[in-house]
């Protein structure tokens, strides 16, 4: 029986890909769990239908992606703090305060998308790359500078 997956399945194939299958798995298993449509025409009409609108909406995310990528690329944030002497910071600079400060600035990413192999310990500029979905990055320029204080 030819069949239309409908999701993802294990050891059959991806979604939307047309598969041939014994009739009693596909009226057993997988028609039953709706993962799977018989293969008919209107049914090979209706996929073909749901692809176009698929890739459309994928291009939009690109799109969208991609807008937000160049909008964040060359940003440059500054975190000020306190340091002692020998200009040592009281805290290390993690992916979280780097995180809540583009927030505060308007950006909303994720913290896994944020590249920093170890929290930052000094004062000065330091680079870091964003990534996003499609393989886009952004840099972004982190300025630590000394927190001023208020008399």
């Not at 749901?50 to 160049?70: G, P, R």
């Not at 002692?84 to 979280?96: A, R, W, Y």
């Not at 909303?108 to 998308?113: A, G, L, S, V």
């Not at 320029?141 to 000394?146: D, G, M, S, W």
Request: proline share 3%.
């Amino acid at each position: 029986m030819k069949i239309i997956l409908l999701k993802d399945v294990d050891k059959l194939g991806k979604k939307y890909e047309i598969k041939e299958v014994k009739d009693g798995f596909a009226r057993n298993f997988l028609i039953p769990k709706g993962l799977v449509k018989p293969a008919t025409k209107e049914a090979l009409a209706w996929l073909e239908k749901n692809k176009e609108i698929e890739e459309k909406k994928a291009e939009e995310k690109l799109k969208k992606v991609q807008t937000f990528a160049s909008s964040l690329d060359g940003v440059e944030v500054l975190i000020p703090v306190k340091i002692g002497e020998n200009e040592q910071l009281f805290e290390s600079i993690t992916v979280q305060r780097i995180l809540e400060k583009l927030r505060e600035m308007g950006f909303e990413i994720n913290k896994n998308q944020i590249e920093l192999s170890k929290p930052i310990e000094g004062i000065g500029e330091y680079p870091l790359k964003i990534k996003f979905d499609h393989n886009l990055e952004s840099e972004i320029k982190v300025i630590v500078t000394e927190e001023k204080e208020e008399k």
